[in-house]
């Protein structure tokens, strides 16, 4: 099943794209283990996912812990901590 992946803010500028559609490789179980598998893709996914810890998530437009189960995501946007003003 593939799982359209948005990036929001510097996580989009750095990955070098707003979105993608990808196949989740066996043992992509969590949020925290999506982070990892997308670290491994190239140098601008390093990059932008440098600090896991502070990349926020959503699946199915639901903010999630990185403890969160991804089974059956038909998508998860991440972004940035935001700031107000």
Not at 16 to 42: F, N
Not at 58 to 81: C, D, M, T, W, Y
């Amino acid at each position: 099943m593939s799982t359209r992946l948005i990036y929001f803010a510097w996580v989009r500028e750095r990955i070098g794209k707003p979105q993608e559609d990808v196949e989740l490789p066996d043992g992509v179980e969590t949020v925290a283990d999506l982070l990892r598998w997308l670290k491994s893709r190239g140098e601008e996914y390093e990059h932008a996912l440098r600090y896991p810890d502070v990349i926020r998530v959503a699946i199915n437009q639901e903010h999630v812990e990185h403890r969160e189960k991804i089974s059956g995501a038909r998508e998860i946007a991440l972004f940035p901590p935001m700031t107000g003003g």
